[in-house]
Nanobody, 129 residues
Framework: QVQLVESGGGSVQAGGSLRLSCVAS?????????MAWFRQAPGKEREGVAI????????YYVDSVKGRFTISQDNAKNTLYLQMSSLKPDDTAMYYC?????????????????????WGQGTQVTVSS
């Protein structure tokens, strides 16, 4: 059974940094067209944050995090990362790792969460002002 386990969340002040990790079990992170990070704040829908295309490392970001967040993966450690800097209170949310997107490269380059089969349990990020 595929497992995605996130870690690295916590409470930080605005302007601080965190690095989230997502370790995959029974799932080579080079599989599928992409892996991604999503987040969900209380009372809001889950939204896409960053996408990593596994074939060539091309990345996509939601506008609100561009220039502040960096998605990357380490194949040797079978781990997906999200480096977050200059954090803002609006970044407060539960962050989820997603994998298992095989629809197409085009579909897997979008933040449509229905294209991802596997999800982690989430890690909480809280940013105080």
């Amino acid at each position: 059974q595929v497992q995605l386990v996130e870690s690295g969340g916590g409470s930080v002040q605005a302007g601080g940094s965190l690095r989230l990790s997502c370790v995959a079990s029974r799932y080579p992170i080079g599989s599928g067209y992409s892996m991604a990070w999503f987040r969900q704040a209380p009372g809001k829908e889950r939204e896409g944050v960053a996408i990593f295309l596994t074939a060539d490392g091309i990345t996509y970001y939601v506008d609100s995090v561009k220039g502040r967040f960096t998605i990357s993966q380490d194949n040797a450690k079978n781990t997906l990362y999200l480096q977050m800097s200059s954090l803002k209170p609006d970044d407060t949310a539960m962050y989820y790792c997603a994998a298992g997107c095989w629809a197409s490269r085009s579909f897997c380059s979008t933040f449509d969460k229905s294209h991802f089969v596997y999800w982690g349990q989430g890690t909480q990020v809280t940013v105080s002002s």
